[in-house]
């Protein structure tokens, strides 16, 4: 049910992304999404009793035209996720100490993430420090995993070659065991 749905919402998430994250999330207490966007990956990840969406919902530099133009993505992410009771927004800036200790606090609180999907901005720098975040809110044996691993994405290559060297690849998707 949560990929059918997902796959009406606009989004560069493929199906197989979509049925891999669904399958993954099922049963999971508590999943963290860094950048849910529209809400297509939040959707599919809502198999899990939990999922907790961190994004600023400001869009990155490639948005800049579609965000001038009145476009809201944190608007489109509520309608997209009505209904949906477990799926809960977080506006926090990753890139701001403060908000990432704001979002440690929360997730400590609810006793650590099982799994975290990391899809927000692409530049390395950005994607080292999601991980550098991430890590710290898994709890041992939790899913440390994350999208647009390939293609035009090189940071994105460089930082979860670097930090992560065992990993496993699945379509654009990476993931690993976290501590384990």
Not at 48 to 55: E, F, Q, T
Not at 130 to 146: E, F, K, N, Q, W
């Amino acid at each position: 049910m949560s990929v059918s749905r997902a796959l009406l919402v606009d989004g560069w998430m493929s199906e197989p992304e979509l049925v891999w994250l669904a399958d993954r999330s099922r049963g999971l207490r508590l999943v963290v999404e860094f950048g849910s966007w529209c809400g297509r990956s939040s959707i599919a990840l809502s198999a899990a009793g939990r999922v907790l969406c961190v994004d600023t919902w400001r869009g990155s530099a490639e948005h800049a035209e579609q965000m001038a133009s009145g476009f809201d993505p944190l608007r489109e992410w509520m309608r997209n996720t009505t209904g949906l009771e477990n799926v809960l927004p977080c506006e926090a800036n990753l890139a701001d100490p403060a908000d990432v200790e704001y979002v440690a606090g929360l997730v400590r609180r609810l006793g650590g993430a099982d799994m975290v999907f990391i899809d927000a901005a692409h530049d390395y720098d950005s994607v080292v420090r999601d991980i550098g975040t991430a890590r710290r809110l898994l709890v041992p044996g939790g899913l440390l995993c994350g999208h647009d691993y390939g293609g035009s994405w090189p940071g994105v290559v460089q930082a979860v070659d670097e930090l992560v060297p065992s990993k496993g690849v699945v379509n654009s998707i990476w993931y690993a065991t976290h501590g384990g």
